[in-house]
């Protein structure tokens, strides 16, 4: 390491020895944390903008400091700043290149601040941007499966509970099911927000400061509403991040659920909806094939996302509080997960916009497996005074009967169903016709035409 005083490393003056070119190597976060560039010199000038404030310091010094935050701050735009592993972090990075822009008085931007709270100041507006960037990612998806579903109100397929055809469903019923499934993502994210509403800035170490700092004020310059109340805990808090690991596992359950639902509805066996050529991948040996691989990349990569959530929960679990070098690794976790999340979302939102619905194919097989039974029972509730139970096991007959004679409920004629129950009327025949069957789950929240309609125009208002 070059040995001049602007080189050294920080603590240079109290240990001697330059750290092993290894410690210096896997000490050092700057590949991973100098993503929080904008946030530390934002931190920094709202941090001296106060010491001035408060007369810690000078008008000439504040503004000198600045003047190089700034210069920094294009040299990294443009590409032109040159990291340094033994500088180990984007805070000592940044304060270097300062001695060497502005020259001593750089030595007065750490007053009355540490690291410790610096880093988590940077890296909760960091993780503020990002809750609102996947809301954003959130929304287009939403507006994509929105418009698939406004064409596919009238797609009737089987309904499945346990992989066996349930009941007849609209497939935008289906789809408006992922809608709210995002919705509710949404709003876990817009939650996060509010834990990560106080600033961390002015804790310095862990003990507070003796400077007249007004952390009101660098709280509220910063964009947070209010700052932290302790500042042991302040340094050790990492709740936010599990926050936000938790929000992102939860999505991408949701994303991996339904891409796995895509794939089987893919599959040559159910072969329900068909993925363009855009987003299947051939195989070497087997010239026919066509590939579902991006479906399987996001139910695969959920797997990470957990695995990054897990990870987090196992540095924090008997860790004293205040801070330690184990927590450095928040920001590479927390990176990854973010990265792969919008990756994700982005993909499926692809996925989407190139995937159409087999009809033909979702009609037959909504025409199997006696899926309008459920119907025959509530109308028999509904027109014969009998007990659900009761008219659950006369369907069950009715049921048995076209098992064994080898047809479909919709092939019985009115005299096999009245040897069955002789109540039975001919107006029992609309029962089983598919279109009345989805129609007439007209309950709210139900799989009606209506029911849909009205909750695809509330979401487009929104
Ligand atoms: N790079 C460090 C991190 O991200 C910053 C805090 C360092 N503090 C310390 N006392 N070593 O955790």
């Not at 001049?4 to 700057?30: E, M, P, V, Y």
């Not at 064409?151 to 499945?160: L, Y």
């Not at 070497?284 to 929960?313: A, C, H, W």
Request: with cysteine; charged share 25%; net charge positive.
């Amino acid at each position: 390491m070059v040995k001049n005083k602007n080189n050294r490393t920080i603590w240079g003056a109290r240990i001697k020895k330059s750290s092993s070119t290894l410690f210096q190597k896997i000490g050092s976060s700057i590949n991973t944390d100098k993503k929080l560039f904008k946030e530390d010199i934002l931190g920094s000038i709202i941090h001296v903008e106060m010491l001035f404030k408060q007369k810690i310091i000078s008008f000439k010094i504040k503004n000198k400091i600045i003047y190089g935050l700034k210069k920094i701050e294009k040299e990294i735009l443009k590409n032109k700043f040159e990291y340094k592993d033994e500088y180990e972090d984007i805070h000592m990075n940044i304060e270097k290149r300062l001695f060497q822009i502005i020259g001593e008085e750089a030595g007065y931007i750490h007053t009355a601040r540490s690291r410790n709270d610096q880093v988590i100041t940077d890296f909760k507006m960091w993780i503020t941007s990002a809750n609102k960037e996947i809301n954003k990612n959130l929304n287009n998806i939403i507006k994509t499966i929105i418009k698939i579903s406004e064409k596919n109100i009238e797609t009737i397929m089987p309904g499945f509970t346990h992989l066996r055809n349930a009941q007849a469903v609209s497939f935008a019923h289906y789809l408006m099911a992922y809608v709210e499934m995002f919705i509710r993502d949404k709003k876990r994210f817009s939650y996060n927000l509010e834990n990560l509403s106080e600033c961390p800035l002015g804790v310095a170490a862990l003990t507070g400061t003796s400077f007249n700092i007004d952390r009101d004020y660098t709280s509220k310059k910063l964009g947070f509403k209010k700052p932290t109340n302790n500042s042991i805990d302040t340094v050790a808090d990492r709740d936010f991040v599990l926050d936000f690991l938790y929000s992102v596992s939860t999505c991408s359950m949701h994303i991996s659920r339904i891409a796995e639902e895509l794939i089987i509805w893919n599959s040559d066996s159910y072969n329900l909806i068909n993925l363009s050529d855009k987003i299947v991948t051939g195989s070497s040996i087997m010239p026919q094939k066509k590939n579902p691989d991006l479906l399987e990349y996001l139910r695969g990569k959920t797997g990470s996302v957990y695995g990054n959530f897990f990870s987090m929960l196992t540095i924090l679990k008997g860790l004293p509080i205040s801070y330690f070098k184990d927590l450095q690794d928040d920001k590479e976790i927390l990176f990854k997960s973010n990265e792969i999340l919008n990756n994700s979302i982005q993909i499926l939102d692809e996925i989407f916009k190139n995937l159409k619905p087999n009809k033909k194919k979702m009609l037959e097989l909504a025409n199997t497996g006696y899926i309008t039974a459920t119907d025959l029972a509530d109308h028999i509730v509904k027109n014969h005074s009998m007990s659900f139970r009761k008219a659950y096991n006369i369907t069950s007959s009715v049921v048995n009967y076209a098992e064994k004679n080898n047809k479909k409920l919709n092939e019985l004629s009115i005299e096999e169903l009245k040897k069955i129950e002789p109540k039975l009327t001919i107006e029992v025949l609309k029962i089983f016709n598919l279109k009345n069957s989805v129609n007439s789950k007209k309950s709210y929240g139900g799989t009606s035409f209506d029911n849909i309609k009205k909750m695809i125009l509330k979401y487009k208002k929104i």
